[in-house]
């Protein structure tokens, strides 16, 4: 059965998903540096051991993202042009639709690769049904940033939520489960596994 879920999302031990002042130097914010550290090592080539198999799954039967305007990039406000798009150069990793959160809608980015990147106000509720339809029968993942994801949280819209927590403290930025009304008490650890490196936490609807 098709998930809502989210999938890899670092952690600080404080519960930060990213830090203060995110710009184009600092993807993900100030106070958060090596955040990301146990991904890039599970991606190299012959990387074996848990974190490795957590990252050869972040697309297995995925047919569909959602993501906050911060996670696309660090453009605020009006959309001054349409230059930017994404981190991730001409052929971005997803390989399906992606839809974008923000107050500023622009049209549809077609990228290389089959991604295309949809920009909506709509309700979350309503881009989960487009991004669902999108999906043809596979996975949506909730990618972030943390405020994309409490936003879904707090409608009850996220089915498991598999997070990656990194021993490493930010003190200040987006914690992930600030601001959601109780939705954390609809949720139960399911499983938990270590690496020498990081955590492994799968939440699942109770």
Same mark, same amino acid.
């Given at each position: 059965m098709a998930k809502v879920r989210v999938h890899n999302f670092s952690v600080t031990l404080d519960g930060f998903g990213a830090g203060t002042g995110q710009r184009v130097e600092a993807p993900f914010g100030d106070g958060v540096e090596g955040l990301h550290d146990w991904m890039f090592s599970a991606m190299e080539d012959g990387a074996t051991g848990v974190d490795a198999e957590r990252v050869k799954q972040w697309d297995v039967n995925v %047919? @569909? #993202?959602i993501m906050g305007r911060n996670m696309f990039g660090p453009v605020r406000g009006e959309w001054e042009d349409e230059s930017?798009?994404?981190w991730w150069g001409d052929n971005p990793p997803y390989h399906h639709d992606v839809f974008v959160l923000t107050h500023h809608a622009r049209p549809s980015l077609p990228m290389e690769g %089959? #991604? #295309?990147f949809h920009f909506t106000n709509e309700p979350v509720e309503k +881009? *989960?049904? $487009? @991004? +669902? !339809?999108a999906a043809g029968g596979k996975d949506v993942v909730v990618a972030g940033g943390a405020a #994309?994801?409490?936003q879904y949280l $707090?409608? %009850?819209l996220i089915d498991e939520l598999n997070l990656v927590v990194v021993p490493i403290l930010a003190g200040a930025g987006e914690r992930l489960f600030d601001n959601l !009304? %109780? @939705?954390s008490e609809n949720y139960r650890v399911a499983e938990q596994v270590s690496s020498p490196s990081v955590t492994h936490v799968r *939440? +699942?609807?109770?």
């Open positions: %047919g @569909a #993202t930017w798009k994404g %089959g #991604t #295309t +881009v *989960l049904e $487009r @991004a +669902v !339809e #994309t994801i409490q $707090r409608a %009850g !009304e %109780g @939705a *939440l +699942v609807r109770r």
